[in-house]
Structures are given as structure tokens and as C-alpha cells.
């Protein structure tokens, strides 16, 4: 069964454009954004971007502990992945996840020192498909 | 420019049909899945409905700390709000929030022990539009 979970899990990673990320904040409250999906090499790890001067990054500084979560509104399906995050400041990663589109977010380029990596691992997950949850470990 | 914002927070909780609520886990993770949108009071608080059986019930009673998150992701538009949530077992409200719509969740009707309506109370709330972020307080 549970290879077939896995499946659909990255198969639904690879259909969305965008993903939710919760972290805690300073007083222990769930705290959660949409972001952009970046990268990611299978569950191995996720690759997403934001601001260095945004809160987020202090309390991922603080407390690594992260959830990213995936969602086919639509369809309602939905894939919880529970890991932990943290900051990448190596700039040829940076460098290589950079796309010219980001000038958005980030006036001044890849050497924008507002353009910040952040890594995802994740150690488990769940899957959520026609009422009924899927638990799955990854490491 | 703070009413501003929060009328435009109204106008996005009435424009979208689900949610994300995120929670904390026993190892105090943060948890999050999408669920439908029930009703709420503008921001004195929303209902959401969950099955009693699910570990997010447990997890809620251990800790309240919550964040409900509305997203318009084709418009890129955000609303974080962060609270506390609270498991409702008061019948009156529980049979004045009952659809016909959720036998598909909770076979036995209102009376089903699975069917449980949790009370999300948000204290602040962030909004984001247009690459900004705002900041507001609800009590």
C-alpha cells in the first residue's frame, strides 16, 4: 500500500504550484504562509524561498520544527509532510535555485541579501485522499 | 488603512470554501490540513467541523494554540490568523451547524459520537497582498 501512497504523494507535489508551510513562532503558535514550490528531490528534501528580514526566519532560527503541506482544493486531496527546516546561506545553492522571475520578491538579484534559501526535510508524512488518511514514515 | 485591511480579510474568508488550520503536536510540531469552511462571525470566531476520532482533537485538547489560514492562490492573497481553538460539545450548536452534505463524513447524521465542532477564536491576523504584509490585532 504504501508504495502506492508515496506515489501519489509526489505525483501531487508535482502537480501544485504552490505549497503551505506552518512554523512556531516565539510564543509557540503555529504559524502559516503559501509559498512558491522551488525544488525538492523526491522526499529527500524541498528547497523554498523567502525574505531573510521576514519573522518567519527568526523563529525557524529558533525552532526548526516544520510542516509543509500540499493541496488539490479541487479535488480535495491533501499531503502533510512533518520535518524540520532550516536556513541555506551556501551561495551556490543559491545561486543555482535563482530564477530570473524572483526579481519580484528580490530587486537586486541573486546577491539580494533579502533572497533567502530555506531546506525542508521531511520525516513523515500524510496523505489524504477520498476521506481517508495515510500515515508514512520517511526516515 | 487598517480598516482597509481588515475589510479586505472579510472579503476573502466569504470568497473561499476551505481553510487551513494548523495545530500543534504532541512533539510540538506544527500539524495542518485543509477543511472546509463552516460558518463564522466575522472575526469573534469561526466553527469548523473535524471527526472526534482524528489525532487533531487530541492534540487541541493537550495544546489550543491554532492558526486557520485563508489563500487565493490564483491572486496570490493570504490571510494568517493565529488564536485559540477549543472542541465545542454543546448539542444546540451542533445541530443548528449540521448539513445534510456531511453524512458523507459522519454517517450516523448529527448524533454520530464522530462528528465534533471545534471553536477557533483568532487574537491577530496578517494579511498579505501584492508582496505586502499587515499586521492586526483582534483583541
Not at 501531487?12 to 514550490?37: C, Q
Not at 520544527?65 to 541555506?88: C, M, P, Q, R, S
Not at 541573486?110 to 508524512?125: H, Q
Request: glycine residues 4%.
Amino acid at each position: 500500500m504504501n508504495e502506492g501512497i508515496i506515489e501519489k504523494s509526489l505525483n501531487l507535489i508535482k502537480k501544485v504550484d504552490s505549497l503551505v508551510l506552518s512554523t512556531i513562532d516565539y510564543e509557540g503558535y503555529p504559524n502559516t504562509k503559501a509559498m512558491l514550490k522551488l525544488e525538492n528531490k523526491n522526499f529527500d528534501y524541498f528547497y523554498l524561498s523567502t525574505n531573510t528580514s521576514s519573522t518567519k526566519v527568526k523563529h525557524i532560527i529558533r525552532n526548526p520544527k516544520a510542516t509543509v503541506y500540499f493541496y488539490d482544493e479541487k479535488n480535495f486531496i491533501g499531503l502533510e509532510l512533518i520535518g524540520k527546516i532550516v536556513i541555506i546561506n551556501d551561495e551556490i545553492i543559491k545561486s543555482k535555485l535563482w530564477k530570473e522571475e524572483f526579481k519580484i520578491f528580490y530587486k537586486e538579484g541573486k546577491d539580494d541579501p533579502d533572497y533567502c534559501i530555506l531546506k525542508f526535510i521531511p520525516e513523515k508524512g500524510n496523505y489524504y485522499e477520498n476521506l481517508k488518511n495515510y500515515d508514512f514514515k520517511l526516515r
